[in-house]
C-alpha cells in the first residue's frame, strides 16, 4: 500500500511539472502582453521599459528559471494588470469560488440524484422521459444564456433576486443555478444508468424475492449502491465547477477564479494564468490523487491490479 | 439617497476593454465640467447618499498610484476622483490650474515655475508641499517617464508653495507630457505618507489630494471612495461612491433597470435601443479622445492604386460617415475628419468629404480604375475593427475598391501593425489622451512604431529648441506640423469617424426626471473632478 501511494504522488508531481511547463510556454505563444499593457501608439521606449520591468526582455530559460525558483518558494509572481502578487489575488478570489461550487454542487445533487432515481425506476415512462429532457436540456444550453434568462426572469420581470454582485445567500442563487444545471443533468444520467444497473443485479432480484418492500430495495439496497459512482463523479466534478465557472461568474458578475483567468488570458497576464492553471491543475490532482487513494483503500484489488 | 439616485449608460461599439475604458474616464472629465468646476459654492447640506456607478472593466490597484499610469485614459477615471494634478484637463480648459495656482515659463522656455495652491490637504491631513510635487515626479514611472526626465535637469523646491522644473534645453513639449493625461507625472501623492507605508502599502491604502478619499477596494468586486470635506475645489455632494465592476453589458442593463446602479457604462447596440426604450432612463453621449481611421499601407508605393491621391479622395468621398454614425452608433456620435480628436489641444477642424460615391468613382475612372480594383484586406482587431470595418468596407465595395474584411486577434493585429508586416489597409484607432503634438507624435512622425512610410514630420523629441528661442505655447502650436498638413499633403490616413468609442456617446438615465436638475447638480460625476 504504502508504495502504491507513493508511486501515485510521484506522478501526480511529474503531472504538476509537466502542467508548469506547458502553461508557461502556451501563454507565451499568446503574444507580447505589453501590447496590451499601454496604449497602441506606445513609444518602443515605454514598451521596452515595460518588457524590463515583468522580466520579458530576458530569454525564455532565464524566465522560466525564475519562474521555477520563485515557485519553489511559494511566490507565483505579480500580475502585470494588478501589480499585486498573484497569490493574494488567488487567495482572494477562492472563497467565493468554492462557495459557488459548493452552492452549484449542492443544487445539481438535490435535482439530479432524485430525478435519476424516478427516472431508473419509472424507465420508459412520462418520468423518465421528463427526466430526459431536463438533462438534454442542461448539457445543451449555453450557461451564459441561461444566466441571461433567469436575470431577465427573476431580477428584471419579477424583482425576487438581484442581478449581480455577491454578499448574500439571494446573489448566489441564480449563479448556482447556471452552474449547476449542467452538472445536475450529468449526475441524473449516471444516477440513471447507475441505478438500471443495480436494479438488474442478482441481489436486488433476490431482495424483492423475499417480497421486501420496493421503496426498501430501492432505498436501502439498490440506491446505496448506486450512490458510489455518483459521489466519485461529484467529488471531480466539485473541482471543475471551480475552474469551469468563467462564463458564468462574468454574467453574474461573481468575483470568482475563473473571472481572474478570464481576465489573466484577456490582458495576457502572465503570471496570473500560469498561478491559476497550476493552482487548479494542483487542485485537480490532489482531488484524483485521493480518489485513487481511497479507492485502494477500499478495494484490495485495485493497488494489486497496478 | 432616493433623490441621489441616477442612471445612465453608456452606448459604446463593440470596443475593447482598453478602448471602452477611455469612456469611463472621459465621461467623469465631461461631466464634471457641464455641471461643475472651479469656484462653484460648496454643497450646502454636506455630503450625503451613496451613489454606484457600474462599470464594464476591472478596476486594478495600479490605478490607485498615478506614478504607474500607463499611458492610457482608463486609470484616470479613480485618478480624478481619489487625486489631483498641478494641471489638468478640466471641461473647457485643456490645462486647468488645480494644485497649482498659477505657472510661469522663464524667456528661454528653459524654467517653468509653479505657484501651488495654500491650504490643500491629503485625505490623511499632511498638508500638500512643493516637496511632495518635486517627489511625485521623481517618483513616476509610467508612460514616456523617460521621455519627461530625460527632458528635465532638476526639480527644484524654492518655498512650500513654489516650485521649479529646470529643463535641459528648451522643450515646448514639457507641458503637453506633463500637464496633460499623456502622463501621470503632475499627480501628486503625499511624501512623507509613501515613504512610511512603502509602494505595495500605498497601493492597499492610496491617500491623495483628490475629491474622494480611499476607503476600501475588493479586487473584482468594487472600490468604495468617501467624499473628502476638505477637497479644495468644493465639498463633494455625494457621501459614497461605489465603482462596482459588472463585465456582462445585458447585466449591468438589468441591474440600471432594477435600481442596483446608478451610472453604468458601456451598452452597446440592440441593448442601447433597449435602454432608449426604458421608461426613466435616458441615455446621453459623452465624447473622449478616441478616434478611428484607415491607414493606406501602401501608398508610398508607386506600384499601388492608393499611391494616387485620387484613389485616396475616392475612398474618402465613397463612406457615408452620417450613415454608419446612425447604423452603428444611434447617431449620438459625433463625425470626424481627422484622427485627431476635436476636444484636443490644438486641434484644427479639417474641411469635411462630403459622400458624394458618384465624384467617387469619376476619381477612379480618371485615375485609369474605372472598373474599380482589388484593394487586398482591410484589417483590423476584432473588436472595433469589425464594427466599423464592415460597413467602411461595403461603402468601399460600391464604388469599385474591394476590400476582404480581415480581423485579427488584438494583440496579433499590434504586433504586425507595428512590425510593419500589415498590407492594403489597416483600420486603425487610438484613445491615447494628450493633445495634438502627443497624437502626431505616436501616429504621423516617421519612424514612429505605428507610423508609416510619408510625408516626414519633426519627432517631437528632436524639436529642441536652443536655448533662448521663444517658447510661447501659441507660437509652439503654431509651429507644430498641423494635422491638416498630414491630411492634405501626403493622405497617410483616412480620416474616418470618431467613432462612438471616439467621439463616442454615452447615456445618462434618470428615473426621477422631476427631480433631474437637483441630482445633476448632485450628481457624483461634478465630484470626480
Known amino acids: 500500500m504504502k508504495r502504491y501511494i507513493l508511486k501515485r504522488v510521484g506522478f501526480a508531481g511529474i503531472s504538476l511539472v509537466l502542467l508548469s511547463v506547458t502553461i508557461f510556454l502556451l501563454v507565451r505563444l499568446t503574444g507580447d502582453p505589453t501590447v496590451l499593457l499601454v496604449e497602441p501608439g506606445a513609444s518602443q521606449a515605454d514598451m521596452e521599459a515595460i518588457r524590463q520591468q515583468f522580466g520579458l526582455d530576458r530569454p525564455i530559460w532565464v524566465q522560466y528559471g525564475h519562474f521555477v525558483s520563485s515557485l519553489v518558494r511559494g511566490d507565483l509572481g505579480h500580475s502585470f494588470y494588478y501589480r499585486t502578487p498573484v497569490l493574494e489575488l488567488y487567495l482572494s478570489r477562492l472563497p467565493s469560488s468554492l462557495m459557488l461550487a459548493a452552492a452549484a454542487m449542492a443544487f445539481s445533487l438535490v435535482i439530479g440524484i432524485p430525478t435519476g432515481i424516478i427516472a431508473a425506476v419509472r424507465v420508459n415512462q ?59 443533468a450529468a449526475h441524473m444520467r449516471l444516477t440513471r444508468s447507475s441505478m438500471l444497473d443495480v436494479l438488474g443485479s442478482e441481489y436486488v432480484k433476490l431482495a424483492r424475492l423475499k417480497g421486501l418492500p420496493e421503496a426498501l430495495v430501492i432505498g436501502k ?26 462564463v458564468v461568474e462574468t454574467v453574474f458578475a461573481w468575483p470568482g477564479i475563473g473571472r481572474l483567468l478570464y481576465e489573466g488570458i484577456a490582458f495576457r497576464d502572465f503570471p496570473v494564468v500560469q ?14 490523487l485521493l480518489v485513487d487513494i481511497l479507492y485502494a483503500v477500499i478495494d484490495p484489488r485495485i493497488r494489486l491490479a497496478r | 439617497m432616493g433623490l441621489l439616485r441616477r442612471r445612465c449608460l453608456t452606448m459604446l461599439p463593440a470596443a475593447s476593454n ?21 469656484g462653484r459654492p460648496a454643497a450646502a447640506a454636506g455630503p450625503e447618499g451613496q451613489v454606484t456607478w457600474a462599470v464594464h472593466i476591472t478596476l486594478a490597484p495600479t490605478w490607485f498610484d498615478p506614478a504607474e499610469t500607463a499611458g ?39 524654467t517653468y515655475d509653479f505657484v501651488l495652491r495654500k491650504n490643500v490637504r491629503f485625505h490623511n491631513g499632511d498638508p500638500m508641499t512643493a516637496e511632495d510635487v518635486k517627489y511625485s515626479f521623481e517618483r513616476y514611472r509610467g508612460a514616456s517617464a523617460a521621455l519627461l526626465k530625460g527632458k528635465v535637469a532638476r526639480v527644484e523646491v524654492l518655498d512650500p508653495h513654489r516650485v521649479r522644473f529646470t529643463l535641459k534645453q528648451a522643450w515646448p513639449d514639457f507641458l503637453a507630457f ?50 473628502h470635506e476638505q477637497y479644495w475645489r468644493k465639498v463633494p455632494a455625494v457621501k459614497t461612491l461605489v465603482l462596482r465592476t459588472i463585465p456582462d453589458e445585458s447585466t449591468r442593463l438589468a441591474a440600471l433597470k432594477l435600481g442596483e446602479v446608478d451610472v ?119 473588436i472595433y475593427g469589425v464594427a466599423i470595418g464592415e460597413p467602411v468596407a461595403n461603402y468601399l465595395q460600391q464604388v469599385g475598391i474591394r476590400l476582404r474584411l480581415r480581423p485579427m486577434e488584438r494583440v496579433a493585429f499590434f504586433k504586425e501593425y507595428g512590425e510593419k508586416k500589415l498590407r492594403g489597409v489597416i483600420f486603425s484607432g487610438s484613445g491615447a489622451p494628450g493633445n495634438a503634438p502627443t497624437r502626431l ?45 498630414v491630411r492634405a499633403g501626403d493622405r497617410a490616413r483616412l480620416p474616418q469617424r470618431g467613432g462612438p468609442a471616439s467621439r463616442g456617446p454615452r447615456a445618462g438615465s434618470h428615473r426621477q426626471p422631476r427631480v433631474l436638475g437637483a441630482v445633476r447638480r448632485r450628481a457624483p460625476e461634478e465630484e470626480v473632478t
Open chain 2, 18 to 38: 482598453a478602448v471602452r475604458s477611455t469612456v469611463a474616464v472621459t465621461l467623469a472629465v465631461l461631466l464634471a465640467g457641464l455641471v461643475g468646476g472651479p
Open chain 1, 221 to 246: 439496497h439498490a440506491f446505496k449502491n448506486a450512490l458510489i459512482p455518483v459521489l466519485t463523479l461529484a467529488g471531480i466534478n466539485l473541482v471543475i465547477m471551480v475552474n469551469v465557472a468563467v
Open chain 2, 264 to 382: 453604468a457604462y458601456s451598452v452597446t447596440g440592440p441593448l442601447a435601443e433597449e435602454l432608449k426604450r426604458s421608461a426613466g432612463l435616458t441615455l446621453a453621449p459623452t465624447y473622449f479622445t478616441f478616434t478611428t481611421w484607415l491607414v493606406f499601407s501602401e501608398q508610398s508605393d508607386p506600384k499601388s492604386p492608393w499611391h494616387d491621391r485620387r484613389v485616396r479622395l475616392a475612398a474618402n468621398l465613397a463612406i457615408d460617415r452620417a450613415g454608419i454614425n446612425n447604423a452603428v452608433y444611434l447617431g449620438l456620435s459625433k463625425l470626424s475628419h481627422s484622427f485627431i480628436p476635436q476636444g484636443m489641444e490644438y486641434f484644427w477642424a479639417p474641411p469635411p468629404y462630403v459622400f458624394d460615391p458618384r465624384r467617387a468613382k469619376q476619381l477612379l475612372a480618371e485615375a485609369g480604375y474605372p472598373n474599380g480594383f482589388d484593394a487586398g484586406d482591410l484589417t483590423g482587431d476584432t
Open chain 2, 72 to 110: 492610457i485614459i482608463t486609470p484616470f477615471m479613480v485618478l480624478y476622483a481619489m487625486h489631483d494634478a498641478l494641471v489638468k484637463p478640466m471641461p473647457g480648459k485643456p490645462m486647468a490650474p488645480s494644485l497649482a495656482e498659477s505657472w510661469t515659463q522663464s524667456k528661454d522656455g528653459l
Open chain 1, 275 to 288: 498561478a491559476t492553471v497550476i493552482l487548479n491543475g494542483a487542485m485537480v490532482v490532489v482531488v484524483s
Open chain 1, 126 to 184: 412520462w418520468w423518465d422521459s421528463a427526466g430526459k429532457v431536463f438533462a438534454l436540456l442542461g448539457l445543451s444550453l449555453p450557461s451564459f444564456w441561461v444566466g441571461l434568462l433567469l436575470i431577465l426572469f427573476f431580477s428584471v420581470y419579477l424583482g425576487w433576486l438581484p442581478s449581480s454582485g455577491s454578499g448574500t445567500a439571494a446573489h448566489l442563487v441564480m449563479p448556482a443555478f447556471a452552474l449547476g444545471w449542467y452538472f445536475a
Open chain 2, 441 to 485: 507624435e505616436q501616429y504621423a512622425v516617421t519612424g514612429r512604431r505605428l507610423s508609416r512610410r510619408g510625408r516626414a514630420l519633426h519627432r517631437a523629441g528632436q524639436r529642441d529648441e536652443p536655448a533662448g528661442a521663444p517658447a510661447d505655447p501659441l507660437q509652439d502650436a503654431a509651429a507644430h506640423p498641423r494635422e491638416g498638413d
Open chain 2, 178 to 227: 506633463y500637464a496633460t493625461p499623456a502622463t501621470g507625472a503632475a499627480w501628486i501623492v503625499p511624501k512623507k505618507y509613501v515613504e512610511q507605508v512603502g509602494e505595495e502599502g500605498f497601493k492597499k491604502a492610496p491617500v491623495g489630494a483628490g475629491p474622494y478619499k480611499f476607503v476600501s477596494f475588493k479586487p473584482g468586486v468594487e472600490l468604495t471612495l468617501e467624499a
